[in-house]
């Protein structure tokens, strides 16, 4: 069946155990990126290097969720289930941000990077 959903209700689950996913996320497929190599007469052409895949956003702390376990994952297959009906996977990740709690709403801001991002 067809929708016209586009954005709003999303999931994101952490090798399988879902989190309170809250604000607006992104994601990164990690393809390469191209940059022009640019002279004094003309575009020589494009440099490509690799970036990072990765999922950045906030989900809310609750009374079972202990920051440093969070902190600590490494290894993990982190999903992201999207309002329009994709996914996007990312594998062997581990968390890499900062750690910032914000007690106000018990908001957690997130980062995963990954060695490998797929959007299915």
């Known amino acids: 069946m067809a929708t016209n959903r586009r954005a709003g209700v999303m ?3 952490i090798n399988g155990v879902q989190y309170d996913a809250k604000g607006s996320f992104t994601y990164n497929l ?3 990126k191209r940059d022009a190599l640019v ?3 003309k575009v020589h052409g ?3 290097l690799p970036q990072v895949p990765h999922i950045e956003g906030e989900i ?3 009374g079972t969720l202990k920051v440093k376990d969070l902190l ?3 290894e993990a297959t982190i999903h992201l ?3 329009n009906g994709k996914s996007f ?3 062997q990740a581990w968390y890499s941000g900062e750690g910032n709690v914000q007690t106000e709403e018990g908001n957690i801001e997130v980062k995963f990077q990954g060695m490998s991002g797929e959007e299915i």
């Open 46 to 48: 494009y440099k490509e």
């Open 89 to 91: 996977i990312l594998r």
């Open 60 to 62: 809310t702390d609750s």
């Open 30 to 32: 990690g393809a390469p």
């Open 72 to 74: 600590n994952i490494e």
């Open 81 to 83: 289930k999207i309002a």
């Open 11 to 13: 999931f994101l689950l």
């Open 39 to 41: 002279g004094h007469d």
